[in-house]
């Protein structure tokens, strides 16, 4: 009351004749302006009492003063240019630009959590409270209705918002003990601030997303929410043989909307079953017996009725929302340069979603990565690598070796010979023989008479042993001694690599070797789970007397028409397989990560092999066109620049100059993007932007929300 006073006898000095008593608005005007010059003399910040308080577990009031003072921002019309200044520290620092009232009226529609088998059969009501988070940060935690799958909470809360793209989420829980500390997510609903026109009330139902699909960012789980609602997604992914989810994926989404299938729908929960009790069941069963007899008697087709079992979404949630300024107008546009923070959830696929659960499936995926990946990509780039390094083609080495040099010399006579260089070596690769030879090792090499023949010539003893290794792992054996096979690999070729051995014969004198163990029989036997050299999946059909595999190519490996192909026994080799574990001693979370596994582990494979076996195609000739228009161009190139170079005053050389100025300009930008994105001349023209973009941008909720 001494400020107040103080402020008072200073007005009424000044102007004794319209001395009035002054109103509550005004009061709280003079108040404001009184600690905002108190803070400016001071050179401290005003700060402003949190709506909902961060309050100390051990209940010491001492703590509470300390956390307050931490906790409680400062106020953000005296301190709204730190959102351009500082926009990160900004949101963290600075107190609200306006308050959400958001009244939690009732729910409808929810499904309880099924925690037990008791529940399961016997049916269960939810006893649901609701939790309000601002960025993914707890700030209210209700009371809780208890055994009503429409409770009626009728409570209202203020929240403090400071950045202008805040997402609030409306969180419903299930609680499973007196104090909460039991809990399961029924169900919630996000919306943002920017969408809120100020001071307009919005009062109605809100669809809430299925609690298994707060995944990721909630950005993207806003604008998906925005886009369509939940209950749209009427799919089973269980239930869509491939050949409808292929046609659901080829439709039309303006045309048909229930056939949409997003792209992370395996992600997603889609279905929900709300658990009945016996007598519920029971009567549920009399009602359809009624129904169809008398739908029999009165000649009538029975009536679609929708199973009331099964709910696409977790229900609705009654909300009254109003967003109001707590500063002057035109100062909140400063909140627009605020990004506020989130919390990434983990993604994780739906269980009932997952694959059925097969460890030789899994297995099989895997080794299809690490012979795509590896054996056809980073090994055989590994062996071109060394075999110029090695000098293994003079020709290739001397020419690399020439361009580096005139690198050094000359910038537009290094590009043309790099150029040259590099076109040379692509027409190289379209020669079989010349390709294997540079690209094949004992890492990657067939395991068959080409291949050791290729291995040999390297006249490397780590290649060679590298080869034998993969051979003894391939027949399923056992190396005793690592050293000793070293030793061996060391001296089957003779002189400059020639080799005076067969791979028949070396595979022989190996059975007999003290330093590797073979099995004694063979695993291979009809119905064997097969590779054919080490690539195709198949079946064996039959095993003839001469040495002869007959072998069911899988469809998924077949190459043109071939289904099935009589193969020599050497070139089939068992799988890998996995101990057979009864499937009822494995632990049903065990399950469901292998499933998990097994599913990320098939999309990362088909992705990546489509892309390797483009990539393959690419480099080996398969494709032409492409290949010769690459080739063309970067002749084509090399020759300009070589004539440039040749002939200074020509075109060419000014065309070489100008690519050359081109392509340091263009890494001048990218190091002054580095070195500048973070300073404060940068981020004040960035908020700027941003307040400027916004302010196009119009508040259209609840008519951009499809889940309203």
Same mark, same amino acid.
């Given at each position: 009351?001494?400020?107040?006073?103080?402020?008072?006898?200073? *007005?009424?000095?000044?102007?004794?004749?319209?001395?009035?008593?002054?109103?509550?608005?005004?009061?709280?005007?003079?108040?404001?302006?009184?600690?905002?010059? #108190?803070?400016?003399? +001071?050179?401290?910040?005003?700060?402003?009492?949190?709506?909902?308080?961060?309050?100390?577990?051990?209940?010491?009031?001492? #703590?509470?003063?300390?956390?307050?003072?931490?906790?409680?921002?400062?106020?953000?019309?005296?301190?709204?240019?730190?959102?351009?200044?500082?926009?990160?520290?900004?949101?963290?620092?600075?107190?609200?630009?306006?308050?959400?009232?958001?009244?939690?009226?009732?729910?409808?529609?929810?499904?309880?959590?099924?925690?037990?088998?008791?529940?399961?059969?016997?049916?269960?009501?939810?006893?649901?409270?609701?939790?309000?988070?601002?960025?993914?940060?707890?700030?209210?935690?209700?009371?809780?209705?208890?055994? /009503? *799958?429409?409770?009626?909470?009728?409570?209202? +809360?203020?929240?403090?918002?400071?950045?202008?793209?805040?997402?609030?989420?409306?969180?419903?829980?299930?609680?499973?003990?007196?104090? /909460?500390?039991?809990?399961?997510?029924?169900?919630?609903?996000?919306?943002?601030?920017?969408?809120?026109?100020?001071?307009?009330?919005?009062?109605?139902?809100?669809?809430?997303?299925?609690?298994?699909?707060?995944?990721?960012? &909630?950005?993207?789980?806003?604008?998906?929410?925005?886009?369509?609602?939940?209950?749209?997604?009427?799919?089973?992914?269980?239930?869509?043989?491939?050949?409808?989810?292929?046609?659901?994926?080829?439709?039309?989404?303006? /045309?048909?909307?229930?056939?949409?299938?997003?792209?992370?729908?395996?992600?997603?929960?889609?279905?929900?079953?709300?658990?009945?009790?016996?007598?519920?069941?029971?009567?549920?069963?009399?009602?359809?017996?009624?129904?169809?007899?008398?739908?029999?008697?009165?000649?009538?087709?029975?009536?679609?009725?929708?199973?009331?079992?099964?709910?696409?979404?977790?229900?609705?949630?009654?909300?009254?929302?109003?967003?109001?300024?707590?500063?002057?107008?035109?100062?909140?546009?400063?909140?627009?340069?605020?990004?506020?923070?989130?919390?990434?959830?983990?993604?994780?696929?739906?269980?009932?979603?997952?694959?059925?659960?097969?460890?030789?499936?899994?297995?099989?995926?895997?080794?299809?990565?690490?012979?795509?990946?590896?054996?056809?990509?980073?090994?055989?780039?590994?062996?071109?690598?060394?075999?110029?390094?090695?000098?293994?083609?003079?020709?290739?080495?001397?020419?690399?070796?020439?361009?580096?040099?005139?690198?050094?010399? &000359?910038?537009?006579?290094?590009?043309?010979?790099?150029?040259?260089?590099?076109?040379?070596?692509?027409?190289?690769?379209?020669?079989?023989?010349?390709?294997?030879?540079?690209?094949? &090792?004992?890492?990657?090499?067939?395991?068959?008479?080409?291949?050791?023949?290729?291995?040999?010539?390297? /006249?490397?003893?780590?290649?060679?042993?590298?080869?034998?290794?993969?051979?003894?792992?391939?027949? &399923?054996?056992?190396?005793?001694?690592?050293?000793?096979?070293?030793?061996?690999?060391?001296?089957?070729?003779?002189?400059?690599?020639?080799?005076?051995?067969?791979?028949?014969?070396?595979?022989?004198?190996?059975?007999?070797?003290?330093?590797?163990?073979?099995?004694?029989?063979?695993?291979?036997?009809?119905?064997?789970?097969?590779?054919?050299?080490?690539?195709?999946?198949?079946?064996?059909?039959?095993?003839?007397?001469?040495?002869?595999?007959?072998?069911?190519?899988?469809?998924?490996?077949?190459?043109?028409?071939?289904?099935?192909?009589?193969?020599?026994?050497?070139?089939?080799?068992?799988?890998?397989?996995?101990?057979?574990?009864?499937?009822?001693?494995?632990?049903?979370?065990?399950?469901?990560?292998?499933?998990?596994?097994?599913?990320? #582990?098939?999309? @990362?494979?088909?992705?990546?092999?489509?892309?390797?076996?483009?990539?393959?195609?690419?480099?080996?000739?398969?494709?032409?066109?492409?290949?010769?228009? @690459?080739?063309?161009? @970067?002749?084509?190139?090399?020759?300009?620049?070589?004539?440039?170079?040749?002939?200074?005053?020509?075109?060419?050389?000014? #065309?070489?100059?100008?690519?050359?100025?081109?392509?340091?300009?263009?890494?001048?930008?990218?190091?002054?993007?580095?070195?500048?994105? *973070?300073?404060?001349?940068?981020?004040?023209?960035?908020?700027?932007?941003?307040?400027?973009?916004?302010?196009?941008?119009?508040?259209?909720?609840?008519?951009?929300?499809?889940?309203?």
């Amino acid at each position: 009351m001494g400020c107040i006073s103080c402020i008072m006898r200073r *007005r009424a000095k000044k102007d004794d004749k319209e001395s009035r008593t002054p109103t509550v608005s005004e009061l709280e005007h003079l108040l404001r302006d009184h600690d905002m010059e #108190v803070g400016r003399r +001071q050179k401290k910040s005003v700060l402003v009492e949190a709506a909902h308080k961060i309050l100390a577990s051990s209940g010491n009031n001492d #703590v509470q003063r300390i956390i307050d003072k931490i906790a409680n921002g400062e106020d953000f019309v005296f301190n709204h240019w730190r959102c351009l200044e500082t926009p990160d520290r900004a949101y963290y620092t600075l107190g609200p630009f306006a308050q959400l009232e958001l009244e939690m009226v009732e729910a409808r529609r929810l499904i309880p959590a099924v925690s037990g088998i008791i529940q399961k059969h016997f049916g269960d009501e939810p006893d649901a409270f609701v939790r309000v988070y601002v960025d993914d940060c707890l700030h209210y935690a209700g009371r809780c209705i208890y055994n /009503n *799958r429409r409770p009626k909470w009728e409570d209202f +809360q203020i929240f403090d918002i400071v950045a202008d793209r805040s997402i609030v989420r409306v969180h419903v829980y299930d609680s499973d003990s007196k104090d /909460n500390s039991a809990v399961e997510p029924l169900g919630f609903v996000e919306f943002c601030i920017a969408d809120l026109p100020f001071e307009k009330e919005i009062d109605g139902w809100f669809e809430l997303k299925f609690a298994q699909n707060l995944q990721g960012i &909630n950005l993207d789980r806003y604008a998906q929410h925005c886009a369509q609602r939940e209950e749209d997604f009427k799919f089973d992914l269980r239930e869509l043989t491939a050949m409808q989810q292929e046609l659901l994926e080829d439709s039309d989404s303006e /045309n048909d909307d229930d056939a949409i299938i997003p792209d992370n729908a395996a992600y997603m929960k889609t279905k929900g079953h709300v658990p009945a009790s016996t007598a519920a069941r029971l009567m549920k069963r009399v009602r359809k017996g009624v129904s169809l007899v008398t739908s029999k008697f009165a000649k009538k087709a029975r009536s679609f009725q929708e199973d009331d079992s099964i709910q696409y979404n977790a229900g609705e949630i009654r909300l009254r929302l109003k967003l109001v300024r707590t500063v002057p107008e035109g100062i909140d546009a400063f909140a627009r340069a605020l990004s506020p923070s989130y919390f990434t959830y983990d993604t994780f696929v739906q269980e009932e979603n997952l694959p059925q659960l097969d460890l030789q499936e899994l297995m099989d995926d895997a080794m299809d990565i690490k012979l795509t990946l590896f054996d056809d990509i980073i090994f055989a780039v590994m062996a071109f690598c060394y075999y110029i390094f090695a000098w293994r083609s003079f020709l290739l080495s001397g020419l690399l070796l020439s361009a580096g040099l005139c690198c050094a010399k &000359n910038a537009v006579l290094g590009t043309a010979a790099l150029n040259l260089w590099t076109g040379l070596v692509l027409v190289i690769m379209a020669s079989k023989t010349w390709r294997d030879e540079m690209t094949t &090792n004992g890492l990657n090499a067939p395991l068959d008479q080409r291949g050791l023949e290729l291995v040999a010539a390297w /006249n490397e003893t780590s290649e060679m042993h590298a080869f034998l290794v993969r051979l003894v792992q391939s027949r &399923n054996g056992q190396i005793v001694s690592m050293q000793d096979l070293v030793h061996f690999a060391g001296t089957i070729t003779v002189g400059r690599g020639e080799l005076e051995i067969t791979f028949k014969e070396l595979k022989s004198a190996m059975q007999d070797l003290w330093f590797v163990d073979f099995p004694k029989q063979t695993d291979l036997k009809k119905g064997s789970l097969v590779r054919v050299q080490e690539r195709q999946k198949g079946t064996v059909i039959a095993i003839s007397s001469d040495e002869k595999v007959t072998v069911q190519i899988d469809v998924e490996d077949q190459d043109d028409d071939i289904g099935m192909g009589v193969y020599a026994m050497e070139d089939v080799t068992v799988r890998m397989a996995p101990p057979p574990i009864p499937k009822m001693l494995v632990p049903r979370s065990m399950q469901g990560l292998a499933a998990t596994l097994q599913f990320q #582990v098939n999309s @990362v494979r088909d992705d990546l092999m489509a892309l390797a076996r483009q990539l393959q195609a690419f480099m080996r000739w398969h494709m032409p066109v492409k290949m010769l228009i @690459v080739v063309c161009f @970067v002749f084509a190139r090399g020759f300009l620049a070589c004539y440039g170079y040749i002939h200074e005053s020509s075109f060419c050389y000014a #065309v070489e100059e100008y690519i050359c100025h081109v392509r340091n300009s263009v890494l001048c930008v990218v190091m002054v993007i580095l070195f500048f994105c *973070r300073a404060r001349g940068v981020r004040v023209v960035r908020g700027l932007f941003q307040i400027a973009v916004s302010r196009f941008r119009r508040r259209l909720a609840p008519d951009c929300w499809q889940f309203f």
